[in-house]
């Protein structure tokens, strides 16, 4: 591989280890994976504490995934990949229901104004169609009608994303909401009933030492087929040298280092690749940069005295009463016996970097969060046995009306630098799962020209990739 071309990997999230075992596989390049952080996975991975293995907030391998990654992550993984059902519920005028959604739970245990309301504003769609408009308030009320949209969405997306739905992009929409309209929604509870459910309906799949075993499975498969992986270094400078190459400057703890590369792939957030450039990116770039914006998360873990605290994976607390978002736990996830008499819970509570609530203490977040638990009237019985709290910076991008116009300045930028490629959830601005970020990085990894070819990348290739990707919607 001595005259292969070089490619350099900014990220070892699933997509940045993803598309070094692809390429590695392929024995198409040598490759460099360089992470700030010093463990694999990004929001995707896992740690330890308190004895127990623990995710950044709750997640899934959902079955939707193609079925040749699947195929090798059950290499990988083999017996530790499991297969798990789905057994959460949603908090819903103050009453659970259970998620996925089924039947005779909704008949039994639905709100019945909500209920009532519901079937009016179907009836109301089946007679009259509604224009759809711009905005994620505009879409869902087109599609769902007003009862689930105030008493569901509209709150939910007020936490998490901490704007008004008037303000995101219908883009938001389409791409976050699964069950978008009242005949997805149908055949969403049609798929719970005996007879009627497909193969894998309400179930996921879950590495047994927690959702970080995937990306830390494709790293060492990568490492193992020649990729360098650099944890623990942080990129401070990109730039393209005269002779079409590529130089990443890298530190850590006050060493740095230099890496010479024939390609640049990046999947940190392309707003922050576009600062990293020297010299530095033109004005138009950087203005863009600043116009797209992330929502934070704050993960607080109460470590709790009991060895399971429900029957229940995850809460979902969409109500406005309460902060937290939803609330994990992920010994049901894992399904797993110890610690025994230890259990951990997960509550994810939404957040922005500078504002009050980023500021708390691991203390004062945890006596947050163990009122709202309360207020939803679950089973807190004693006081946690310990706290332990986790920043994510860029949770999830906002979508915000006109997010379009900076994005596609910084899309194009970074398509007009030949070598350079943007790809995964942040290289992207994507709302999409471990599965979708994966399938970029096959994606990508097909596109780059196998020896003897001189490295070249088929950008042909890559654009109907991106067309594909373009359709993606997030799997819950």
Same mark, same amino acid.
């Given at each position: 591989?001595? &005259?292969? %071309?070089?490619?350099?990997?900014?990220?070892?999230?699933?997509?940045?280890?993803?598309? #070094?075992?692809?390429?590695?596989?392929?024995?198409?390049?040598?490759?460099?994976?360089?992470?700030?952080?010093?463990?694999?996975?990004?929001?995707?991975?896992?740690?330890?504490?308190?004895?127990?293995?623990? &995710?950044?907030?709750?997640?899934?391998?959902?079955?939707?995934?193609?079925?040749?990654?699947?195929?090798?992550?059950?290499?990988?993984?083999?017996? &530790?990949? $499991?297969?798990?059902?789905?057994?959460?519920?949603?908090?819903?005028? !103050?009453?659970?229901?259970?998620?996925?959604?089924?039947?005779?739970? @909704?008949?039994?245990?639905?709100?019945?104004?909500?209920?009532?309301?519901?079937?009016?504003?179907? #009836?109301?769609?089946?007679?009259?169609?509604?224009?759809?408009?711009?905005?994620?308030?505009?879409?869902?009320?087109?599609?769902?009608?007003?009862?689930?949209?105030?008493?569901?969405?509209?709150?939910?997306?007020?936490?998490?994303?901490?704007?008004?739905?008037?303000?995101?992009?219908?883009?938001?929409?389409?791409?976050?909401?699964?069950?978008?309209?009242?005949?997805?929604?149908?055949?969403?509870?049609?798929?719970?009933?005996?007879?009627?459910?497909?193969?894998?309906?309400?179930?996921?799949?879950?590495?047994?030492?927690?959702?970080?075993?995937?990306?830390?499975?494709?790293?060492?498969?990568?490492?193992?087929?020649?990729?360098?992986?650099?944890?623990?270094?942080?990129?401070?400078?990109?730039?393209?040298?005269?002779?079409?190459?590529?130089?990443?400057?890298?530190?850590?703890?006050?060493?740095?280092?230099?890496?010479?590369?024939?390609?640049?792939?990046?999947?940190?957030?392309?707003?922050?690749?576009?600062?990293?450039?020297?010299?530095?990116?033109?004005?138009?770039?950087?203005?863009?940069? !600043?116009?797209?914006?992330?929502?934070?998360?704050?993960?607080?873990? $109460?470590?709790?005295?009991?060895?399971?605290?429900?029957?229940?994976?995850?809460?979902? $607390?969409?109500?406005?009463?309460?902060?937290?978002?939803?609330?994990?736990?992920?010994?049901?996830?894992?399904?797993?016996?110890?610690?025994?008499?230890?259990?951990? @819970?997960?509550?994810?509570?939404?957040?922005?970097?500078?504002?009050?609530?980023?500021?708390?203490?691991?203390?004062?977040?945890?006596?947050?969060?163990?009122?709202?638990?309360?207020?939803?009237?679950?089973?807190?019985?004693?006081? %946690?046995?310990?706290?332990?709290?986790?920043?994510?910076?860029?949770?999830?991008?906002?979508?915000?009306?006109?997010?379009?116009?900076?994005?596609?300045?910084?899309?194009?930028?970074?398509?007009?630098?030949?070598?350079?490629?943007?790809?995964?959830?942040?290289?992207?601005?994507?709302?999409?799962?471990?599965?979708?970020?994966?399938?970029? #990085?096959?994606?990508? #990894?097909?596109?780059?020209?196998?020896?003897? $070819?001189?490295?070249?990348?088929?950008?042909?290739?890559?654009?109907?990739?991106?067309?594909?990707?373009?359709?993606?919607?997030?799997?819950?």
């Amino acid at each position: 591989m001595a &005259d292969a %071309p070089h490619v350099v990997i900014l990220g070892a999230g699933p997509a940045g280890v993803g598309g #070094a075992f692809a390429l590695r596989r392929a024995a198409k390049a040598r490759v460099t994976v360089v992470e700030a952080q010093r463990a694999v996975g990004g929001n995707a991975g896992s740690f330890e504490w308190q004895g127990q293995r623990l &995710d950044y907030g709750s997640h899934r391998l959902h079955p939707a995934t193609e079925p040749a990654i699947l195929a090798d992550i059950r290499t990988m993984l083999g017996a &530790d990949l $499991l297969d798990r059902p789905r057994h959460g519920r949603i908090r819903l005028r !103050g009453k659970w229901i259970h998620v996925p959604l089924k039947p005779v739970d @909704l008949l039994v245990r639905l709100d019945k104004g909500f209920a009532l309301g519901t079937l009016g504003d179907m #009836a109301a769609k089946a007679f009259g169609r509604r224009d759809e408009g711009h905005t994620f308030a505009s879409v869902l009320l087109a599609n769902l009608g007003r009862t689930i949209c105030d008493d569901f969405y509209f709150p939910y997306a007020r936490k998490i994303w901490g704007r008004a739905p008037e303000e995101l992009s219908g883009v938001q929409a389409r791409r976050r909401v699964s069950a978008g309209s009242f005949g997805k929604l149908l055949r969403k509870v049609l798929s719970q009933v005996p007879g009627l459910k497909p193969p894998m309906a309400g179930r996921f799949f879950y590495p047994r030492r927690g959702y970080g075993q995937i990306s830390e499975a494709y790293a060492e498969a990568a490492t193992r087929a020649g990729a360098e992986l650099l944890l623990g270094w942080k990129a401070v400078a990109v730039e393209r040298g005269a002779g079409g190459r590529w130089t990443v400057t890298i530190a850590r703890e006050g060493e740095s280092r230099r890496l010479e590369a024939d390609h640049l792939w990046s999947t940190i957030p392309i707003s922050l690749l576009a600062r990293l450039m020297k010299p530095a990116a033109p004005d138009a770039v950087l203005r863009a940069a !600043g116009q797209i914006d992330y929502r934070a998360m704050l993960l607080v873990y $109460l470590q709790l005295d009991t060895d399971r605290f429900t029957p229940f994976d995850a809460h979902y $607390l969409p109500g406005a009463d309460l902060a937290i978002t939803r609330l994990s736990e992920p010994k049901i996830y894992a399904d797993a016996a110890e610690p025994a008499g230890r259990t951990i @819970l997960c509550a994810e509570l939404p957040a922005s970097p500078g504002d009050g609530r980023w500021e708390l203490d691991d203390a004062a977040l945890g006596a947050l969060v163990a009122g709202d638990i309360r207020r939803a009237g679950l089973p807190l019985a004693k006081e %946690p046995l310990a706290v332990h709290v986790r920043r994510l910076r860029q949770a999830y991008p906002i979508y915000l009306v006109g997010y379009e116009q900076p994005f596609g300045v910084l899309d194009d930028w970074a398509e007009s630098l030949p070598g350079l490629l943007t790809y995964g959830r942040q290289g992207l601005f994507a709302h999409d799962n471990t599965h979708h970020a994966l399938a970029m #990085a096959y994606g990508a #990894a097909d596109c780059l020209g196998p020896p003897p $070819l001189p490295g070249g990348f088929d950008l042909a290739k890559w654009g109907r990739y991106r067309k594909v990707f373009a359709t993606h919607v997030v799997e819950d």
